[in-house]
């Protein structure tokens, strides 16, 4: 199931493939809307003589601010923006494992949808018979305008920025570039002020966030999380029938199954990714503070409400129709609460498994070339689990801010929220990350059947519960008392188990059985559980 409605609305086409280092949109960038960062020599001589002020106050009390460490003699030149200058490890060192993410949650993704709001909204403007002032377009019309989506791509988004320079505001610079646009085609040229009719810039953005998250979940979160829950649910039915020795408060326990055990996981994410996916995301169009006083001062005879419910629910999204001048960004909230909850379980299978590996009860395989530790040859590290469970809380750092920061918002609106929108590709990279890491590692995991085995052999104690179960039911007295003087801080063998169960006064039927069980077998449903977990996380 995907997040909200269909994705039809929108194309896929239209999204460019981003590349950190194309020489062509470096000098486009250093030309237009200059992106990276310039220390130019002036400037570093200005800051030289600041700090030679400040080292002079602070000498006595910090010495070792009194010398700057120089470089290299590169770092007075133009510092490019790379994978090696980028401020955030996702936009360097891990930008490829996170770059499908790009055309959704980027700058150049947020211009994007702008612009197919703005258009998207002329053309309704045009099917409403009250509008007169915008008559019905023509087939050529509607076209033209189409293809200034379908065919919008990074030169148009620099042309946005450039723009930008001049209005100081990003919602007007996606306006006057659409009217510059549009001036030869003559059907649209005469209704060029209708592009942003009523709206106020919110009217754009909250949509434009809206059709962000939903396609960026949508088309490369959830083919991602899906892919990791089928990883563990044939995991998990491999080794349905491979005994373990499971472990409460860190001590050994009733035995269960390998594969039961990661199907666990494989059924708690499947919950939580349908969780996310029922999160309705929700848009508005209502004017300036949501009440269509605009809307209602130009055109009194149209019900606006209702258009703009039409409107929304046409991009694919919910209509909230009791808003201020944003969005009230509770649907946020619910849904980045909902993808901390999808990382938690997440965090307790990398820890689980890390535990999992240094107990031997896996192997990793290893590729040729690659070092675990810089001093100890024989190591192989699950930096993998690591890494995941790293970037898992720093997702969950990131959401949870968000989460708590952008559902509050001053009176009608301030201006708080804009800038944290902007760090959602943040919070989402990181989970991506994490996901992408979990898999790597799952793919790298051999089951050392040997090790599980001779860990089962020493822990014979564990068959004191069904003992004293059955005990209980032929009414032996005392029972658990009685396993507990014969197991608790002693050596615990299957000669002494063997010999406990033949001096019990039960039926021989009932003995007969009890002599059977082993550490080995006494996993109860534990592999049929395993074997199910499909028709559990279908349920899911």
Not at 495 to 502: A, P
């Amino acid at each position: 199931m995907e997040l909200g409605a269909s994705s039809r609305v929108l194309g896929s086409n239209n999204l460019p493939c981003f590349t950190h280092n194309s020489t062509i949109t470096r000098r486009r960038y250093q030309k237009s809307i200059n992106p990276v960062i310039f220390y130019h020599h002036h400037h570093q001589q200005q800051f030289s003589n600041a700090s030679v002020h400040l080292s002079k106050i602070f000498s006595r009390r910090e010495p070792t601010y009194k010398k700057d460490i120089k470089m290299s003699r590169d770092d007075s030149g133009e510092f490019e923006l790379s994978s090696l200058t980028a401020l955030s490890p996702l936009d360097g060192r891990y930008w490829g494992k996170v770059k499908d993410l790009a055309p959704y949650m980027s700058e150049y993704g947020l211009i994007y949808f702008r612009v197919f709001v703005e258009i998207k909204w002329l053309l309704k403007l045009s099917q409403i018979p009250e509008v007169t002032e915008v008559p019905s377009f023509s087939e050529e019309a509607k076209s033209y305008l189409e293809r200034l989506i379908d065919g919008f791509c990074m030169d148009d988004a620099l042309e946005v920025k450039n723009i930008e320079k001049v209005t100081n505001h990003d919602v007007k610079a996606v306006e006057y570039f659409l009217k510059q646009k549009c001036q030869s085609q003559p059907e649209i040229a005469k209704v060029l002020e209708f592009f942003h009719f009523a709206c106020t810039s919110e009217d754009i953005n909250n949509l434009a966030h809206a059709l962000m998250l939903k396609e960026a979940i949508n088309k490369v979160m959830f083919p991602v999380m899906d892919k990791l829950i089928k990883a563990l649910s044939e995991m998990a039915k491999d080794n349905a029938h491979i005994p373990m020795l499971s472990r409460t408060h860190g001590q050994p326990a009733s035995p269960t199954t390998l594969g039961k055990e990661l199907s666990v996981f494989a059924v708690r994410l499947s919950r939580e990714r349908q969780e996310i996916s029922r999160v309705a995301i929700m848009g508005k169009f209502a004017g300036a503070v949501g009440n269509y006083n605009a809307h209602l001062a130009a055109y009194p005879d149209v019900n606006w409400p209702q258009i703009a419910e039409e409107f929304v629910n046409s991009l694919g999204l919910s209509f909230n129709p009791y808003v201020t001048q944003i969005e009230t960004h509770d649907y946020m909230a619910k849904l980045f609460y909902a993808f901390i909850r999808f990382n938690n379980i997440l965090i307790d299978f990398d820890r689980d498994v890390w535990g999992y590996i240094s107990l031997a009860y896996f192997k990793q395989t290893t590729k040729a070339g690659e070092i675990g530790s810089s001093t100890m040859p024989h190591k192989v590290n699950p930096i993998d689990f690591e890494n995941s469970e790293g970037n898992l809380g720093k997702a969950n750092e990131d959401l949870s801010f968000l989460s708590m920061k952008l559902p509050i918002s001053r009176w009608q609106r301030d201006l708080t929220d804009s800038t944290v929108l902007r760090n959602m590709g943040g919070g989402l990279g990181h989970c991506l990350l994490a996901y992408k890491s979990a898999l790597q590692g799952i793919g790298k995991l051999q089951v050392n059947e040997a090790h599980l085995s001779e860990d089962l052999n020493h822990a014979w104690e564990v068959l004191a519960e069904p003992i004293q179960t059955v005990m209980r039911r032929y009414g032996v007295p005392e029972p658990y008392e009685k396993l507990k003087e014969l197991t608790r801080g002693k050596a615990v063998t299957k000669e002494s188990i063997r010999e406990f169960i033949l001096g019990l006064g039960l039926p021989e039927e009932a003995k007969a059985n009890l002599l059977k069980l082993t550490p080995h077998n006494y996993v109860g449903a534990a592999a049929e559980l395993a074997r199910n977990v499909d028709l559990a996380v279908n349920v899911a």
